[in-house]
């Protein structure tokens, strides 16, 4: 009796302090979903490399006897959130390359430095809308030179142009799983516009006045932010930026896109395509356009 007794004791302690246990699990299960929830970091980014190569000898019908080209591009976004506040920032690079015997040396086909930081507040309970300060520059990292020109002569430098920006507006985000979609809206924008290169400090150049180095704008701005996963394998990253001088020119709208696809067919190789427009009425009145397909190296980050 005594035996049975104990046993019966021994199995509704057991049971009580398995049900504790499952509640306790319980309610560190549903702690830790709250906190990924509500608060943490993103990350995402991709790294290309591509590089082709051709040589002939021997051959009569003309063509470079030797021919490189590389180009990569750094591509990397941080997202963190904690209650109500937000932070993201976004930067992007591009640097090609090419070498041909004829000239015996590299030359610059693409140079992009571009950087952005959000910090926004949530309105209200609203999981989308948010308000805060954004800011941004962007420029080229190495001289350029027009080679159509038998002269070669330079027309751009590191901050030559250069263009930075800070604003206050409004952030409508759309995060999930397999996709991102932010838009910065604000009409009060202040631009700079910079020309320190010696070369050029005594032309008129960028929207730049002769023997100045900075101009100051104040205009709307629009960015807006895209990535997606199509699958495993695919996967797209678009911007786009318009920018619209108050004191200059206001219906000439400045515009920036920079899209990125790219198909992996391997886990560390992938076809990749890359579309960047660019209008700026100060730097040339007409849109330009900047293509890259190829084959090589891509690694997530």
């Known amino acids: 009796m005594r035996a049975i007794c104990l046993f019966l004791f021994l199995l509704i302690l057991v049971s009580t302090a398995d049900a504790q246990v499952v509640t306790e699990m319980k309610k560190l299960s549903n702690k830790k979903k709250l906190e990924l929830d509500t608060n943490g970091w993103k990350k995402a980014g991709l790294f290309i490399l591509n590089v082709n190569q051709s040589m002939r000898s021997g051959t009569n019908n003309g063509g470079e006897s030797f021919l490189m080209g590389i180009n990569s591009i750094l591509n990397k976004a941080v997202h963190h959130k904690k209650g109500k506040y937000t932070f993201d920032a976004y930067l992007d690079l591009e640097l090609g390359l090419v070498y041909a015997s004829s000239y015996k040396k590299f030359r610059k086909t693409t140079d992009r430095f571009d950087l952005t930081v959000e910090l926004d507040h949530r309105i209200g309970n609203n999981k989308h809308l948010t308000y805060g300060f954004l800011g941004n520059i962007n420029t080229q990292l190495f ?3 027009n080679y159509v020109s038998d002269f070669h002569f330079k027309v751009s430098n590191i901050l030559s142009p250069g263009k930075a920006l800070i604003s206050f507006g409004l952030d409508y985000k759309d995060v999930k799983k397999k996709s991102y979609f932010s838009i910065f809206i604000t009409p009060a924008t202040v631009r700079w516009v910079t020309k320190i290169d010696r070369d050029f400090y005594p032309n008129y150049k960028f929207g730049v006045d002769s023997f100045h180095k900075v101009y100051t704008e104040i205009g709307a701005y629009i ?25 200059r020119n206001p219906n000439h709208v400045d515009l920036f896109s920079n899209n990125i ?28 356009l900047q293509q890259q397909m190829g084959i090589g190296l891509r690694l997530q980050l």
């Open 143 to 145: 001289p350029g030179y």
């Open 223 to 247: 960015t807006a932010h895209y990535s997606k996963h199509f699958s495993e394998k695919i996967n797209l990253v678009s911007r786009l930026d318009l920018f619209s001088n108050y004191k």
């Open 261 to 288: 696809l790219s198909m992996m067919f391997s886990k560390k190789f992938s076809c990749n395509f890359v579309l960047d427009l660019l209008y700026d009425y100060d730097v040339s009145k007409q849109l330009q």
